[in-house]
Structure formats: structure tokens, C-alpha cells
């Protein structure tokens, strides 16, 4: 890994948030995966809102 990602996976084992780096890293292919399945009307809802902050 490289060293931002470590001191990354490492920032969220310390906020006690995480069990391990394996659950860090299933649950950033899960949410990669819920992205993917995005349709457009929910990319442009989410994108809109985002804006608007």
C-alpha cells in the first residue's frame, strides 16, 4: 500500500469505526459497487444536492 492509503486505513482502525483493514476495504468495494448501480436520475439527484451545500 501506499504510504497515504496506509496512514489512511490506519486513521480509520484508530477512530475504533473498523475491526480490521479487510473490513475497511469490503466496505469501500460495497460502496463502489451500490455507486455502480446508480442510474443517471440518481447521479444528477445526488450531484444537484452536492451543489447546493
Do not use: H, P
Amino acid at each position: 500500500m501506499k504510504v497515504a492509503l496506509e496512514a489512511l486505513v490506519q486513521k480509520r482502525l484508530a477512530s475504533g469505526a473498523y475491526a480490521s483493514a479487510e473490513e475497511i476495504v469490503r466496505g469501500a468495494f460495497e460502496a463502489r459497487e451500490a455507486e455502480n448501480g446508480w442510474t443517471e436520475e440518481e447521479r444528477l439527484a445526488l450531484d444537484k444536492n452536492l451543489s447546493e451545500r
